[in-house]
């Protein structure tokens, strides 16, 4: 049998980085456990496609009329509020996992998108909004002719 030797502080460091790394891995898992109290915010997709911006929201439990999407500059916010089930008393619960409350997020756009394009659509708990980027953002290609 094999002795190892014991050492307090490496199980301590490495429960601290498994962590963080857990975190920075899935950055929504942090998200998603805040509640009483906490602030919530949606985990977001952002694509880049050559003419256009989509951002994927995930809202679950979200109604439609209680988004609010605003841009300025080149900053998208999503922001509403989850309701919460007034019918089940605190005492009730067994288990409680579910965030309510006003939540928000921004974040940066990588390019300057034509607001008076951008278009969005509910479904499933998801929030598709698709943002045309400005036609002298978009890159332009140059055909080369053969002499």
Do not use: H
């Not at 496609?49 to 929201?57: R, S």
Request: proline share 5%; net charge negative; aromatic share 8%.
């Amino acid at each position: 049998m094999d002795l190892i030797r014991w050492e307090p502080r490496r199980n301590l460091a490495r429960s601290f980085f498994d962590d963080f790394f857990d975190v920075m891995e899935s950055p929504s898992r942090g998200r998603r456990s805040l509640l009483e109290g906490g602030i919530w915010e949606p985990a977001i997709d952002l694509i880049d496609k050559k003419d256009k911006l989509i951002a994927k929201v995930e809202l679950p439990g979200v109604d439609k009329k209680d988004v609010k999407l605003s841009i300025t500059d080149n900053n998208l916010t999503i922001q509403g509020e989850i309701k919460k089930d007034e019918e089940i008393k605190k005492e009730d619960y067994y288990y409680r996992e579910r965030a309510y409350g006003n939540y928000a997020r921004t974040i940066s756009l990588p390019a300057e998108v034509d607001k008076e394009k951008i278009s969005a659509k509910f479904k499933n708990g998801i929030l598709e909004i698709t943002m045309p980027k400005k036609p002298e953002v978009q890159p332009k290609e140059i055909t080369i002719e053969a002499e």
